[in-house]
């Protein structure tokens, strides 16, 4: 027998801490966790869980809609690479 919890949908505060503690209740006993509608359409590998990288775009959803703006992609990428570019000196330092 196999249990199900709802998330609430519509609601704007990132899921990972709704989430987190909902399976964490479920427990391991096959029980099943579903994902609110929103959080779904970041699901991108469909396994009905947010791994960090589909999280972390769910974290950057500051409207709740289920899209990210333009801003939010460029602010993404723009630290991705800088951690990047940090990495690399980081690297060159180490390396000689």
Known sequence: MTATIEVEQGNNEPIDAQDQDRRKNAGDAGKKVRLSVVSRKYDLDGD???DEA???MRNLDKSGRGFLKSEEVYDMMNQHLKMQKDMFKMKKVLGG
Do not use: D, I, R, S
């Open 54 to 56: 589909e999280q972390a």
């Open 48 to 50: 009905g869980v947010l």
